[in-house]
């Protein structure tokens, strides 16, 4: 009985050191660390909004950006204050530099232009890849975004011979084919309003669909949808954070439909790598291996092992190619198409030069270089690309979906598809 109520005695002692020690861990990573990390900023210079237990400012951000996309979008080219209200508001009051806190991470954001150019300068890898949040892998897997060293180089280099300038040249019939399909569509709107971004994301789905994967929108038309999703999901819940480890075991509605669409985009994926695989084995279509997908899938069956890629790393690809590929480019026309229905000057100075040098022939890529009125607005255009794409992303589609549906596009001489520029 003594040696029985020793071991019980020995027993407790553990389980309550144990829980001691964990209770230490626990107070060390969600207060302890945070503001230690937070007063060794603030003794250099480096201020921002206070840290909060387990949540960080995430609710603080949040917040912001529920208010500010319930107010109207004036039309502007002021986007930042709308899509990342946070920033604007706190550059305002801790300076171009400061601290703010995602849950128990410090992040350090900077916006002096020469600070940001030493940084990137990357010198000794003093600025790495940073670690992609593990439900935005969920949308574009672990492809040449997120990849760094050999891995990254092997597949920049697939990605290089699927879209140097040569391959691009002979892409342009399929991106013809697929505006002429958008303008003929176009057709069936005639007297009523056009939901724009929503044509461009049937536009470039299709062209990419087309060009890097060798079928058409119908067929990726699934996996284009469900990855918008995700991203919405995603958008909508980046910054809820549950107190760490809960996940692992109990799972929200919201984790649980990602996780359902996760795999619903992964078997259709394998299902299109099956039917490509299929057609470039019994050569039913012509230079099946030289898009995006077939290098993928040569590199699959590579005999050298260590050049050899698995299934998995040809799906995050996949999904990589896929939403990052598409929705930028998405983004990027419905900002031309803003600015152009804005400035109707250079929407009729752009339209002269294209059907002086075209005419009613589909364009060609030997005479691009001559748009030179084309260029010149393609460099004005950059700052409205910076805006937009290095914006926080979901958000910028929002605001220029709003800004779309709410600002009246007038267009000039629609009658012939041919007039639009």
Not at 318 to 347: M, R
Request: hydrophobic share 40%; proline share 3%.
């Amino acid at each position: 009985m003594r040696a029985l109520g020793n071991l019980a005695i020995t027993f407790s002692s553990f389980l309550g050191l144990l829980s001691l020690w964990i209770i230490i861990k626990i107070i060390y990573k969600l207060w302890w660390r945070p503001t230690r990390v937070q007063k060794l900023m603030r003794s250099r210079g480096i201020k921002g909004p206070s840290y909060r237990f387990i949540h960080g400012n995430t609710k603080e951000i949040l917040s912001m950006k529920n208010k500010a996309m319930e107010k109207p979008m004036s039309l502007s080219h002021n986007i930042f204050s709308r899509v990342q209200p946070h920033i604007d508001s706190w550059i305002k009051i801790y300076g171009k530099n400061y601290l703010q806190w995602y849950g128990t991470e410090a992040q350090l954001v900077v916006t002096e232009p020469e600070l940001i150019k030493e940084i990137l300068n990357n010198k000794g890898d003093a600025f790495p890849k940073f670690e992609i949040h593990p439900v935005l892998k969920k949308i574009i897997g672990d492809g040449l975004v997120s990849s760094v060293g050999e891995k990254w180089a092997r597949h920049r280099k697939l990605s290089n011979h699927a879209f140097h300038g040569e391959s691009l040249k002979g892409m342009s019939s399929a991106m013809i084919t697929s505006v002429e399909i958008m303008l003929e569509r176009w057709k069936s709107y005639e007297g009523k309003e056009i939901e724009m971004y929503e044509e461009f994301r049937l536009l470039t789905s299709d062209v990419i669909s087309r060009t890097a994967f060798g079928n058409d929108y119908e067929r990726g038309q699934n996996i284009f949808e469900m990855l918008v999703r995700l991203a919405e999901l995603v958008s909508d819940n980046i910054y809820k954070l549950r107190f760490p480890g809960i996940s692992k075991f109990f799972k929200t509605d919201y984790q649980i439909e990602l996780d359902i669409i996760e795999s619903k985009v992964r078997n259709n994926i394998i299902e299109m790598i099956k039917e490509k695989e299929r057609k470039m084995m019994t050569g039913k279509e012509d230079n099946s291996g030289s898009d995006f997908l077939g290098l993928l899938l040569k590199a699959h069956h590579d005999a050298d092992d260590s050049q050899r890629i698995s299934i998995n790393t040809m799906i995050d690809e996949c999904k990589n190619f896929y939403f990052a590929g598409q929705e930028p480019t998405n983004s990027l026309l419905a900002w031309v198409v803003l600015l152009l229905a804005i400035h109707t000057d250079w929407q009729e100075e752009l339209r002269k030069e294209v059907l002086t040098l075209f005419g009613k022939q589909n364009p060609n890529p030997d005479s691009f270089a001559k748009l030179k009125k084309l260029y010149q607005f393609t460099m004005i255009l950059k700052s409205g690309e910076k805006m937009c794409m290095n914006s926080n992303r979901r958000d910028s589609q929002k605001g220029l979906r709003e800004l779309l549906r709410t600002t009246q596009l007038h267009f000039s001489h629609l009658e012939s598809d041919h007039e639009i520029v």
